[in-house]
Nanobody
Framework: QVQLVESGGGLVQAGGSLRLSCAAS????????MGWFRQAPGKEREFLAY????????SYLESVKGRFTISRDNAKNMVYLKMNSLKPEDTAVYYC????????????????WGQGTQVTVSS
């Protein structure tokens, strides 16, 4: 059974940074594109970033471009989201997900999801 496990969330002050990690197991990791999403209370799940299987292509939600960076290490079956200049509105549960698509697809095209990690940004 495929598992995606996020870590690295927590409480941080506005302007601070966090690096989220997602460990994949029982997945042919290097064949999957990976994405990060978030969901704040009372809001829809929101796409944040996508990275292709090779790491050569990335895409971001416009509002996080320049602040968030997605990366991956296929040798370790890991994907990361480095988040800088965090704002209170970044408070949400953050999820990683895996897709066989070679481009950033809608959330429905992600086959596997983690359980999420909470990020709270205080003002």
């Amino acid at each position: 059974q495929v598992q995606l496990v996020e870590s690295g969330g927590g409480l941080v002050q506005a302007g601070g940074s966090l690096r989220l990690s997602c460990a994949a197991s029982r997945l042919f990791f290097s064949s999957y594109g990976m994405g990060w999403f978030r969901q704040a209370p009372g809001k829809e799940r929101e796409f944040l970033a996508y990275i292709s299987w090779s790491g050569g292509d990335t895409s971001y939600l416009e509002s996080v471009k320049g602040r968030f960076t997605i990366s991956r290490d296929n040798a370790k079956n890991m994907v990361y989201l480095k988040m800088n200049s965090l704002k209170p509105e970044d408070t949400a549960v953050y999820y990683c997900a895996a897709t066989p698509r070679t481009y950033a697809p809608p959330a429905l095209d992600y086959y596997y999801w983690g359980q999420g990690t909470q990020v709270t940004v205080s003002s």
